[in-house]
């Protein structure tokens, strides 16, 4: 059974760091892709970033590029979140994702977690 746990989300002021942490099992974690996604209440939930096996291809959205890293080990299945410079527009709830990999690891995610809330205050 794939289980995705989050942990690392608080409340901080913006300009401050964070770092998100999803432990994974129940699956062959190096075959599949990892990603962050976030959603606020009324809106979609989008992609923040994802990450393929091995770490080679690395995907950010345009609201995160430069302020937030992904990274993955696949010897722990864990995969981690970086945010610096946060701003009160990345408060949601960030939810950890994964799903195997066949060509890429943008869309069609179907396995996730509970999520985790970050609260950026101005």
């Known amino acids: 059974e794939v289980r995705l746990v989050e942990s690392g989300g608080g409340s901080v002021q913006a300009g401050r760091s964070l770092t998100l942490s999803c432990a994974a099992s129940g699956y062959p974690f190096r075959n599949f892709c990892m990603g962050w996604f976030r959603q606020t209440p009324g809106k979609e939930r989008e992609v923040v970033a994802t990450?393929?096996?091995?770490?080679?291809?690395?995907y950010y959205s345009d609201s995160v590029r430069g302020r937030f890293s992904i990274s993955r080990d696949d010897g722990s299945y864990s995969v981690d979140l970086q945010m610096n410079n946060l701003k009160p527009e990345d408060s949601a709830k960030y939810y950890c994702?994964?799903?195997?990999?066949?060509?890429?690891?943008?869309?069609?995610?179907?396995?996730w977690g509970q999520g985790t809330q970050v609260t950026v205050s101005a």
């Open positions: 990450i393929t096996p091995g770490g080679g291809i690395l």
């Open positions: 994702a994964t799903k195997y990999y066949r060509d890429e690891c943008r869309v069609d995610f179907n396995y």
